[in-house]
């Protein structure tokens, strides 16, 4: 006979692993470790120090676990969730991914400056970690409360989709410049255009040594001298970089290719922190050292969204790239109406890294100095229009014979109740950034009580 004391403990231990299983705070700890694993005890050290700022930075830093949380939800198949309304994602479209930036044209652009972690896949997942971001950040603001944040996540909504709508037909040409937007996004590139240029970043980053010669700044706080092997590889790894320029660069010859200096950036991003990444200064296109180019060499890795496919999915994925270099400059390509013409990739002792030039406009809009949450609402229109324009050229790189294919599907789904596609968002967009603000305080207190170092 069944002893009933061996019985019930058997199912008590059974029932305890039940829950263990879906521990929450667990999971988190799980995956900073397994993401962070491999950095350095120092990067480690400071990455955390950065996500504990607060749940937006946690946020920042944690895309893997957005895309493991979101990946198979259900909730896409209402508004999406078909081949007719997957895209080219930014694949961690925060709203400090979206940038200024610029090159020898002198014209000031706004739009997604980061590419790391691009891949394919339905377009909510770009504008789902786009408005948790807007949430989040307008938390942080005291002078803003829920229905500002509603008005945001709805004025997002909007222009996304009348973004779409008036596309149909058209060429996605528009791109946010000075003479092209209003409020506070054009305050803030005309500020961009006044303080900023190339010898400005040049001043910031490098000086002329007692040779004259212009080189990186020693003892500079965000670089670090790199090994002469390294110095050495580099000659090699930029004049194989050349051919994988898609566009012709202004004025392109071995000369101007010629390395005058390497420096190893350190300290950069939040969710890249830790990751191998150089500056290359290059000789410029004229004569004298004016028009030096810096170029922003990084190593690149699988991206977020790949620790939570399938077996099947990851087979087909690397059968579409071959290395993430590539990936990086075909989605950077795509998504980009004026892709900057550094873009490449080279192989620098055995790993691929990306290559773009350091815009001399580079620079995050200032969230914190908004201070009504009209201004948030006005921000988020020109968010929702820029992610709507990436979308549709990455979709139209995709299918170019049918150049309106995204746009019609995301319509025919979303379009026909557009209320309850808004109301979906903003109930998401609240609700994660809830669990963002738990996850936060599981990495609080992981790293109070030791638990994650």
């Given amino acids: 006979m069944l002893d009933k004391t061996v019985l019930n403990k058997t199912v008590s231990d059974g029932v305890n692993r039940l829950n263990t299983a879906h521990d929450r705070a667990q999971q988190v700890l799980d995956e900073l470790r397994r993401q962070n694993g491999a950095l350095s005890a120092d990067d480690r ?151 900023k240029d190339r010898q400005q970043m040049l001043d910031k980053w490098t000086h002329l040594n007692d040779q004259g010669e ?22 090699k790894a930029l004049e194989d970089y050349q051919h994988t320029l898609a566009d012709q660069v202004p004025g392109h010859s071995q000369q101007h290719f010629k390395v005058k200096d390497v420096a190893l950036r350190i300290g950069a991003g939040t969710g890249s922190l830790g990751t191998q990444r150089y500056y290359a200064l290059i000789e410029g296109m004229g004569e004298g050292d004016h028009d030096d180019v810096i170029l922003d060499i990084k190593a690149q890795q699988k991206p977020a969204a790949w620790q939570a496919m399938s077996r099947d999915e990851r087979q087909r994925y690397r059968q579409a790239f071959t290395h993430e270099g590539g990936r990086h400059a075909i989605a950077f390509q795509a998504m980009a109406q004026h892709p900057d013409v550094y873009l490449g990739w080279m192989s620098l002792q055995g790993e691929i890294y990306s290559v773009r030039e350091r815009s001399p406009f580079k620079a995050d809009f200032p969230t914190h100095k908004l201070k009504k949450g009209k201004q948030f609402t006005k921000m988020a229109r020109d968010w929702g229009c820029i992610l709507a324009y990436s979308h549709l050229r990455g979709a139209r790189s995709l299918t170019p014979e049918r150049p309106d294919q995204f746009a019609e599907s995301v319509l025919a789904r979303a379009g026909q109740d557009r209320q309850a596609f808004t109301q979906l968002l903003i109930l998401q967009a609240r609700a994660y950034a809830d669990c963002v603000h738990h996850d936060h305080q599981v990495l609080l207190h992981g790293l109070a009580s030791g638990g994650l170092k």
């Avoid at 409360?145 to 009348?162: C, G, P, Q, R, V």
């Fill in 45 to 195: 050290r400071m990455k955390y120090q950065k996500m504990a700022a607060s749940p937006f930075a946690f946020y920042r830093g944690s895309n893997p676990l957005y895309w493991h949380d979101m990946f198979r939800d259900w909730h896409f198949s209402l508004y999406g969730g078909q081949l007719t309304t997957q895209t080219w994602l930014q694949g961690d479209a925060h709203l400090h991914n979206f940038g200024a930036y610029g090159s020898h044209d002198h014209k000031i652009r706004f739009g997604l400056d980061d590419f790391d972690d691009a891949i394919i896949g339905d377009y909510q997942y770009d504008l789902w970690r786009l408005a948790i971001s807007i949430v989040l950040d307008m938390r942080q603001n005291s002078q803003v409360n829920d229905d500002d944040i509603d008005s945001a996540l709805t004025s997002l909504a909007t222009h996304y989709l009348e973004t779409l709508e008036k596309s149909q037909g058209e060429n996605a040409d528009w791109v946010a410049m000075c003479g092209t937007t209003k409020g506070p996004l054009k305050q803030f590139l005309d500020r961009i255009a006044e303080k």
């Fill in 214 to 235: 212009r080189c990186f700044m020693p003892n500079h706080p965000k670089m670090a001298a790199p090994s002469i092997r390294v110095r050495k590889a580099f000659t």
